[in-house]
Nanobody
Framework: QVQLVESGGGSVQAGGSLRLSCAASGYTYSPYCMGWFRQAPGKEREGVATIDTAGFTSYADSVKGRFTISRANAKTTLYLKMDSLKPEDTAMYYC?????????????????WGQGTLVTVSS
């Protein structure tokens, strides 16, 4: 069973940057899609960005132009570069993989999740 471990979170001031990383282990397949999600206190989890096996990326409107998703290491290490951070970006950020048989980047296709890394942006 795949294990995902996020790192790179922290506290920054508005306008600052962070790069999140997600390392995978224990996997027996390469996912069709990898993604970043976030959950702010008192809010539902939301999708931030996804990248599929062809390299096609998709972003939430709230982060377009500021966040960049990428991958490395045979497509099993995931990154999220976050620039021009805003206080409303404060959340726990999770990386996720889609299931072995999935061929979609829809939210319901993700079934492997990391424990999360906290991002706090102060004004």
């Amino acid at each position: 069973q795949v294990q995902l471990v996020e790192s790179g979170g922290g506290s920054v001031q508005a306008g600052g940057s962070l790069r999140l990383s997600c390392a995978a282990s224990g996997y027996t397949y390469s996912p069709y899609c990898m993604g970043w999600f976030r959950q702010a206190p008192g809010k539902e989890r939301e999708g931030v960005a996804t990248i599929d096996t062809a390299g096609f990326t998709s972003y939430a409107d709230s982060v377009k132009g500021r966040f960049t998703i990428s991958r490395a290491n045979a497509k099993t290490t995931l990154y999220l570069k976050m620039d021009s951070l805003k206080p409303e970006d404060t959340a726990m950020y999770y990386c996720a993989w889609t299931g072995a048989a999935r061929r979609s980047c829809g939210a319901n296709a993700f079934n492997a999740w990391g424990q999360g890394t906290l991002v706090t942006v102060s004004s």
